[in-house]
Structures are given as structure tokens and as C-alpha cells.
């Protein structure tokens, strides 16, 4: 998979995060988050580091960005 194709994908998956402070960043499934994030960063090994950055960044605009989160380094 090609850094395009990823960063679309990611897009998809974050384009509906609640925001930070609302009820439903409380019932924000963070491991849910980190599987899909993990399947497409597997996919696009080359961009992988990226590509959890990328997430990451869409996480912490969103306001959803816990203290010690941190991806898991597959590389």
C-alpha cells in the first residue's frame, strides 16, 4: 500500500473522533483505534512511522490525546 492510499485510509477512520470533553470522547475506544491504525501502518511498512504519526496528530487535534499514549513499534 502506497503513503496516498494509507493516509486516505486514516483520514477515513478519524474523520468522525468525538472531540475532547464530551461524552463521547469518554466512550472513545482508544485499543479499537490502535488496531486499525497498527493494520494500515502494516500495510504501508515503508511509511509506517508516518503513518502512526499521522494518527496520532488527528488524535491530539481531536482533543482525544491521553498522557503516555504511544504506538506499538512493529518495525
Known sequence: MDRATATA?????????????TPQAD?????????RVASVADQCRADSIYIW???LWH???A???PDGIAPV???
Open 63 to 65: 482533543g482525544l490525546m
Open 53 to 55: 504519526q499521522y494518527a
Open 9 to 21: 485510509l486514516i483520514d477515513q477512520l478519524c474523520r468522525e473522533l468525538p472531540s475532547g470533553g
Open 27 to 35: 466512550d472513545f475506544d482508544y485499543g479499537w483505534f490502535r488496531e
Open 73 to 75: 513499534n512493529r518495525a
Open 59 to 61: 488524535l491530539d487535534r
